[in-house]
């Protein structure tokens, strides 16, 4: 019973897990940035985003979608821009609104404010990306 759950989301399961690494790499190199190298919690968490968005990009074409990996430079360089559209809008519009929003007018801690909003962001991502970036 158990192995049918997994094997009915498997993909879901991976795209969690790639997720969550990107998750690590976002919140670790916003604060990296903002604490050590003392970048405005704004621009440290737009290239803390972009950063993430590449890695997420790659993990989820070598793994989540493997089934739909290609050689074609082409291919990839479009699925990449793709990506990047649909987790711009996703991440860059959500993910930032929740981090300027919830820091700015109600004062929450920025960590907790960009891990809302990739919450949020998040479930908007796998449908673009199941729906529409490795179609």
């Known amino acids: 019973m158990f192995l049918k759950i997994i094997n009915k989301y498997y993909r879901v399961i991976k795209f969690i897990l790639v997720g969550a690494?990107?998750?690590?790499?976002?919140?670790?190199?916003?604060?990296?940035?903002?604490?050590?190298?003392?970048?405005?919690?704004?621009?440290?968490?737009?290239?803390?985003?972009?950063?993430?968005?590449?890695?997420?990009?790659?993990?989820?074409?070598?793994?989540t979608w493997k089934d739909k990996f290609t050689t074609s430079l082409k291919i990839i360089l479009f699925r990449f821009l793709k990506f990047n559209f649909s987790t711009g809008f996703s991440i860059l519009v959500i993910n930032f609104l929740f981090l300027w929003v919830l820091t700015e007018y109600f004062h929450f801690y920025y960590i907790l404010s960009q891990s809302i909003g990739i919450i949020m962001g998040s479930i908007i991502n796998f449908l673009l990306y199941h729906y529409w970036v490795f179609k």
Do not use: P, T
Request: charged content about 10%.
């Open 21 to 63: 690494s990107g998750v690590i790499v976002n919140l670790g190199l916003l604060y990296f940035l903002k604490e050590f190298l003392k970048i405005n919690y704004l621009v440290a968490g737009l290239v803390a985003i972009e950063i993430s968005i590449i890695n997420n990009f790659v993990l989820n074409s070598l793994w």
